[in-house]
């Protein structure tokens, strides 16, 4: 099976930095395009970043400048550096990654649980 777990969330004052990980693992034949949602209290998951196999990325507005998302291929692991950090960014932030999966081969998405950030003002 495969498995996304994210980890690095935690309480932060704003103006902190925080950096979050995605570790993927289970019987893979591939990742593709990984990337970073969050979902704040009563509002829809919005994407925030993603990032090609080959490293090309793209930021939602709200975070330019500030986030910068990378992966490390060889360890299939997804990281999102968060700097500058505003109550604004509180939220469950969620890995998501384009797996083929060896069980299936075919290619989905695939959600991590989530991780918890906190930005007190």
């Known amino acids: 099976q495969v498995q996304l777990v994210e980890s690095g969330g935690g309480l932060v004052q704003a103006g902190g930095s925080l950096r979050l990980s995605c570790a993927v693992s289970?019987?893979?034949?591939?990742?593709?395009?990984m990337g970073w949602y969050r979902q704040a209290p009563g509002k829809q998951r919005e994407w925030v970043a993603d990032?090609?196999?080959?490293?090309?990325?793209n930021y939602a507005d709200s975070v330019k400048g500030r986030f910068t998302i990378s992966r490390d291929n060889a360890e299939n692991t997804a990281y999102l550096q968060m700097n500058s950090l505003k109550p604004e960014d509180t939220a469950v932030y969620y890995c998501?990654?384009?797996?083929?999966?060896?069980?299936?081969?075919?290619?989905?998405?695939?959600w991590g649980q989530g991780t918890q950030v906190t930005v007190s003002s």
């Open positions: 998501n990654a384009a797996i083929r999966e060896v069980a299936t081969s075919y290619i989905r998405g695939y």
């Open positions: 289970g019987s893979i034949l591939s990742i593709n395009a």
């Open positions: 990032i090609s196999t080959g490293g090309s990325t």
